[in-house]
């Protein structure tokens, strides 16, 4: 192997504080090779993404870093300022994860991208502008010449990433080092972000370390994989050891609870317990709280691992790492509830026909209404006693408004929502108020739904007080049995939220949507926030609660494979309208609207080498302010012919299928409409 | 970890553990409680009149000596920070209890009654306080009441505008929407959710009011429209004592460094809140370390 390109000794990065130290980095060695993609995967906390701010000397002025970091040769951790601006401009780029924060947003792109080689003085002002246009073409942005002249918010969110890659690559580093790049973008953008980074990698040569909770991702992009875990990085191995046989139990844990598109649904298996903060990192081994193997040890208890050899060309940092194959190895209990698709009870609980929500926009002094957002635009779905609806589509298609429609926070423009048999859009508020008791709401963000100067305890019990009804349900009794219900402690009762993690006050809003014994929850992306592990417990605790309490669950999200998991029936959603509504075994294995067969080839399967055949969409999804004519699908659609332009297609039963579809050329996916070979070796070759 | 203290108490605990706001919270603290207790722990009274001893310079009867009628200068400067005292609570308890309920309902309902109501503060706002304050007492009389309402109207706006603020923005949280999906009714959303979760920015503006009222209130004295002797008040002392600054230069002295110093500690009390409150709000997340979540 040639001389690596970087190489971490023994890096340590502590923060200090007003309070006690802490240590996010804890003694990691790492090395990379020049045209090598290394993938560093690790939880919230996990402490990979202060690891790539150290490589850049990006850190803040309370870390104290200790061990050396090498970029081709230059000794970064100490050196001045000087030789680390020359660096980061010449040898390193970085791209960030939200693409609309990291671009200046009153510069043309044209002279961002180009506005580091000039500083360094390696581009002369006048060639600039030319060479702005070369950056852009070559990340795939149509009309290079006039795009440079605009602005960052004149650019979709896929767009302004690539422009950041262009900006990343413009001075051609050596090292490029990737934190999340594709986190903030929708599933059909991130294959194509996806692919030109990797393209652009092959190109250059360059090094390429790639941050990333999605193993999906990593599979797909990384040839070699770090896991990192309590700042420590537990496991290194090239990706396709690394998935195959994993040599530490963390990893086998983080397969284990990830849903998955290619599988057969089966019962998540979540690490237990909490990752830890690095204030308190466990004695020994940092995993062994949560460790099958490990946890009742001793030696795990008292004694830290440190990486040894595992598998042909891998470490690990565990003791035990010859038991680890027989942990992969092991299946959940036989009793697992998996969700099975159950008998429809005949009558829909709630029916939801033509919704429409239309949002005016007012320009100008006399807020004149110039136009109409269509966020929703004749949604009808239905949703059974005890069953869950999945509805998916990408952000902006409307399904978040649909979810707050139906729960009556945003007005409906027009269409009827029917719950039990009780048309609820023309109720007056004290009948609202009585249909709320049935409906509940979970919220995306587990941080920001709950009150932070309340207690837990408080914020669970408020709505048995808003309705009056404290008392006559058991008042801090039945408080404490809902902690019990979504396994939280009852010790936890008088806290704040602010002393909770993610999944627990995730905990706590399903606890708080359970007060009133709903009969449906309207579930808005509930796992999107939580880390993997947390995200595979409270879907499982989703899932025991419906077959407990015989809840209905609308469950909204972009991830197809947790929608998959936990859905009976699914429908897709595109700019405001279902495209696509069926069984879930039906609506996955045999797709016929091109829009779900796009969204279902883009995701990334934690599967080294399986995902090549891919449709990869053009462009963005349209501004639901003026969009397209006739089908809103057909600008980006591989099928689209000149009907789709004029005529909006029918939402209609397709015939043999359960399945109900609004698209004229409706079919299942044939061989040739896939792309002969993948998109990335493509680029490769 | 301070585990399960109550927001309030744990920002006042990090206020306090500042040095200056330390001391303007011990001062202003200090000056409230001989304020209050003065008739007890003072042996003398304001008003009591001794000519003989008139301009007699600080002595061991009189440590700040006497003014021009003989009175005890100390005796009258801890009473008239009764005087600055009761002004500055008057002005925020009128300007407060108007001024929040206003930005309440405008934040909340928006449309027409949120068009009405700030434009009418707008109109109170366009009024200068000194100005309105001497067209009201050229109405009603010179009087402590005067100043009072008169502060009191002019500060309006500010807490109108900042509780508008924080509801416009706490509107749109989703904690507040997930009370609103309860079925919460307007009053609980309004004063039980939103309200709440406003106080930091309204305490600030409380801290800052208050001095804008003690120095108005000195100001109107200082221009003899304040507070009618021989009630004490620190702008009257400053007033009457600036006409013997030669005689008597300690006349001035006392008055002017207790104003200069309760001014000085509302204002350093007022920018600490603001700073630590608000950085209480950007990390009402996790309690974590910085760094963690980048």
Same mark, same amino acid.
């Given at each position: ?62 870390? &104290?870093?200790?061990?050396?970091? $090498? ?7 100490? !050196?001045?300022? &000087? ?14 994860? +939200? ?38 073409? *070559?990340? +795939? ?37 990737? +934190? ?21 990698? @092959? ?48 990893? #086998? ?13 089966? $019962? ?16 020994? %081994? ?9 946890? @009742? ?6 004694? *830290? ?12 940092? %565990? ?10 190895? !092991? ?60 509805? #998916? ?29 009780? +048309?609820?859009? $023309? ?29 837990v305890e408080e914020i669970v019990a408020e709505p048995l007080h808003i309705h009056g009804v404290y008392d006559a349900m058991g008042g801090a009794g039945r408080v404490a049995r809902l902690f019990d219900l979504v396994g939280l402690s009852r010790t936890m009762l008088g806290r704040y939220p602010r002393e909770f993690s993610g999944g627990q006050r995730q905990r706590v809003g399903i606890a708080r949507a359970l007060a009133l014994e709903p009969r449906l929850l309207i579930l808005d992306e509930p796992v999107a926030a939580l880390d993997v592990s947390i995200q595979a417990q409270t879907v499982n605790l989703l899932m025991d609660l419906q077959a407990e309490l015989g809840l209905a669950y609308l469950f909204i999200a972009h991830d197809l494979s947790v929608v998959r998991h936990i859905s009976d029936r699914v429908a897709v959603m595109y700019l405001g309208r279902i495209v696509e509504e069926g069984t879930r075994d039906e609506l996955y294995a045999r797709p016929v609207h091109p829009y779900t067969q796009s969204l279902l080839s883009a995701v990334p399967v934690p599967e080294p080498g399986v995902s090549g055949r891919r449709i990869v969409l053009e462009g963005d999804i349209p501004n639901p302010a003026s969009p397209p004519s006739g089908c809103a699908f057909h600008p980006r659609c591989y099928r689209a012919t000149a009907r789709c332009a004029e005529e909006a297609p029918a939402f209609v039963p397709y015939p043999g299928l359960a399945t109900r579809v609004a698209c004229h050329h409706a079919g299942p996916l044939t061989a040739d409409e896939l792309p002969a070979a993948p998109a990335a070796n493509e680029a490769l070759a | 970890m301070s585990a399960s203290q109550r927001p309030?108490?744990?920002? !006042? ?54 003014? &021009? ?18 002004? !500055? ?75 508008? @603020?924080?509801?416009?923005?706490? $509107? ?44 108005? *209130? ?17 702008? &009257? ?15 001035? #002295? ?41």
């Amino acid at each position: 192997m040639a001389e690596p390109l970087l190489s971490i000794r023994g890096l340590e990065v502590t923060f200090r504080g007003a309070g006690r130290p802490v240590p996010a980095v804890r003694g990691i060695d790492l090395d990379v090779a020049a045209d090598e993609v290394l993938g560093i995967v690790g939880e919230s906390g996990s402490g990979k993404s202060v690891t790539s701010l150290a490589m850049t000397g990006l850190l803040p002025g309370t870390a &104290e870093v200790r061990g050396s970091i $090498r970029i081709g040769g230059v000794e970064v951790t100490g !050196a001045a300022p &000087e030789v680390l601006r020359h660096m980061r401009g010449r040898d390193v780029g970085m791209i960030f994860q +939200d693409p609309t924060t990291s671009l200046n947003p009153v510069l043309p792109i044209g002279r961002q991208v180009t506005e580091g080689q000039v500083a360094h003085g390696l581009l002369r002002t006048a060639e600039a502008p030319g060479r702005a246009v070369e950056l852009l073409a *070559e990340v +795939d942005i149509p009309d290079p010449a006039g795009r440079a002249l605009q602005f960052p918010h004149q650019f979709s969110g896929g767009m302004r990433q690539r422009a950041v890659i262009a900006m990343a690559m413009a001075g051609r580093p050596r090292l490029i080092i990737a +934190d999340e790049p594709t986190t903030a973008l929708d599933v059909t953008v991130q294959a194509q972000v996806l692919a030109l980074l990797r393209r652009r990698q @092959a190109a250059t040569g360059a090094a390429v370390i790639l941050i990333t909770h999605d193993l999906g991702v990593i599979a797909e992009t990384a040839d070699r994989v770090a896991v990192m875990y309590a700042g420590k990085i537990v496991e290194a191995a090239p990706v396709a050891e690394i998935f195959a046989r994993p040599r530490h139990p963390y990893t #086998v844990g983080l397969l284990k609870s990830l849903p998955r598109l290619d599988q057969e649904a089966r $019962r998540l298996v979540p690490i237990q317990g909490q990752p830890p903060t690095p204030g308190a990192i466990p004695s020994g %081994c940092s995993f062994h709280p949560r460790c099958p193997i490990g946890a @009742a040890r001793e030696r795990c208890r008292s004694e *830290e691992p440190v990486l040894r050899a595992a598998g042909p060309s891998g470490v690990a940092a %565990c003791h035990f790492t010859h038991e680890v194959e027989a942990l992969l190895a !092991a299946t959940p209990e036989a009793n697992a509830a998996v969700s099975t698709p159950r008998a429809a009870p005949a009558e829909p609980l709630l029916v939801v026909d033509g919704l429409r929500v239309h949002f005016p926009i007012r320009r100008g002094l006399l807020r004149r209404q110039t136009g109409l957002v269509r966020a929703v635009d004749g949604v009808s779905l239905e949703v059974r006693a005890g069953e869950t609806l999945g509805l #998916v589509g990408e952000s902006g298609c409307g399904k978040t408004t649909t979810g707050r429609a139906i729960m009556g926070l945003i007005k409906a423009s027009g269409g009827s929502i029917t719950f039990a048999g009780q +048309d609820i859009t $023309r109720l007056d508020a004290a009948g609202l108020r009585a249909v709320r008791r049935h409906v509940q709401y979970v919220f995306q963000d587990p941080y920001a739904s709950l009150n932070p100067i309340r207690t837990v305890e408080e914020i669970v019990a408020e709505p048995l007080h808003i309705h009056g009804v404290y008392d006559a349900m058991g008042g801090a009794g039945r408080v404490a049995r809902l902690f019990d219900l979504v396994g939280l402690s009852r010790t936890m009762l008088g806290r704040y939220p602010r002393e909770f993690s993610g999944g627990q006050r995730q905990r706590v809003g399903i606890a708080r949507a359970l007060a009133l014994e709903p009969r449906l929850l309207i579930l808005d992306e509930p796992v999107a926030a939580l880390d993997v592990s947390i995200q595979a417990q409270t879907v499982n605790l989703l899932m025991d609660l419906q077959a407990e309490l015989g809840l209905a669950y609308l469950f909204i999200a972009h991830d197809l494979s947790v929608v998959r998991h936990i859905s009976d029936r699914v429908a897709v959603m595109y700019l405001g309208r279902i495209v696509e509504e069926g069984t879930r075994d039906e609506l996955y294995a045999r797709p016929v609207h091109p829009y779900t067969q796009s969204l279902l080839s883009a995701v990334p399967v934690p599967e080294p080498g399986v995902s090549g055949r891919r449709i990869v969409l053009e462009g963005d999804i349209p501004n639901p302010a003026s969009p397209p004519s006739g089908c809103a699908f057909h600008p980006r659609c591989y099928r689209a012919t000149a009907r789709c332009a004029e005529e909006a297609p029918a939402f209609v039963p397709y015939p043999g299928l359960a399945t109900r579809v609004a698209c004229h050329h409706a079919g299942p996916l044939t061989a040739d409409e896939l792309p002969a070979a993948p998109a990335a070796n493509e680029a490769l070759a | 970890m301070s585990a399960s203290q109550r927001p309030a108490l744990v920002a !006042a605990r990090r206020v306090l553990a500042r040095k200056g706001a330390f001391m303007a919270a011990s001062f202003l603290a200090l000056m409230a409680i001989v304020a209050f207790l003065a008739p007890w722990i003072l042996p003398g009274d304001p008003l009591t009149q001794n000519l003989r001893h008139a301009l007699e310079p600080p002595s061991a009867a009189f440590w700040f000596g006497a003014d &021009e009628l003989g009175r005890d200068i100390l005796t009258r400067v801890v009473y008239g920070a009764r005087t600055s005292l009761v002004t !500055a609570m008057g002005a925020v308890t009128i300007a407060g209890l108007i001024g929040v309920p206003i930005g309440l309902v405008a934040g909340f309902y928006g449309g027409w009654r949120d068009a009405v109501l700030m434009r009418l503060v707008d109109v109170i706002l366009a009024l200068p306080g000194i100005l309105f304050a001497m067209a009201l007492i050229a109405v009603i009389g010179r009087s402590q009441l005067a100043a009072l309402v008169a502060v009191g109207i002019t500060g309006i706006p500010s807490f109108a505008r900042i509780t508008r @603020a924080q509801v416009l923005s706490l $509107r749109r949280r989703d904690f507040v929407i997930a009370v609103d999906a309860l079925g919460g009714s307007a009053s609980h959303l309004m004063f039980k959710t939103i309200l709440p979760n406003s106080w930091s920015p309204i305490l600030v503006q409380v801290v800052i009011l208050a001095a804008v009222a003690i120095l108005l *209130e000195a100001a109107l004295a200082f221009l003899g429209v304040g507070i009618p002797p021989p009630t004490p008040s620190w702008g &009257e002392m400053l007033r009457t004592g600036k006409s013997y600054l030669y005689e008597a230069p300690y006349y001035a #002295v006392l008055p002017g460094l207790v104003l200069t110093l309760t001014i000085l500690s509302l204002d350093t009390l007022g920018r600490t809140l603001a700073t630590v409150l608000e950085h209480r709000q950007g990390s009402t997340g996790e309690p974590e370390p910085e760094g963690q979540r980048l």
